[in-house]
């Protein structure tokens, strides 16, 4: 298995950009695809973006597309989320996850394993 924990959250003012880190640990990094998800209070958690085993595959939601970027560094056993242009509705706790196997997947039920989230404030 794997253990997963993000990092780089904060407050920040909308317009201006941020960039997330999931620091892997356990089983190679690299056997995973991953994805990012971010819960609202008061909301189901939702798909951001998705990224496949090599990094050469993506998948965003359409919400973001275009101003988020998902990347990972299998050297360093480590995935990012770049958010730009962040908008006071990207407010959320952020959370990295992987699963097995090698589609992508936008389901929350479709991951096995999960950080502990990191929080996100986009002020107005």
């Known amino acids: 298995q794997v253990q997963l924990v993000e990092s780089g959250g904060g407050l920040v003012q909308a317009g201006v950009s941020l960039r997330l880190s999931c620091a892997a640990s356990?089983?190679?990094?690299?056997?995973?695809?991953m994805g990012w998800f971010r819960q609202a209070p008061g909301k189901e958690r939702e798909f951001v973006a998705a990224?496949?085993?090599?990094?050469?595959?993506?998948l965003y939601a359409d919400y973001v597309k275009g101003r988020f970027t998902i990347s990972r560094d299998n050297t360093k056993s480590t995935g990012y989320l770049q958010m730009n242009a962040l908008k006071p509705e990207d407010t959320a706790v952020y959370y990295c996850?992987?699963?097995?196997?090698?589609?992508?997947?936008?389901?929350?039920?479709?991951?096995?394993?999960w950080g502990q989230g990191t929080q996100v404030t986009v002020s107005s």
């Open positions: 356990g089983r190679t990094f690299s056997t995973y695809p």
């Open positions: 996850a992987a699963r097995s196997g090698v589609v992508l997947s936008s389901q929350v039920n479709g991951y096995t394993y």
């Open positions: 990224i496949n085993r090599s990094g050469g595959s993506t």
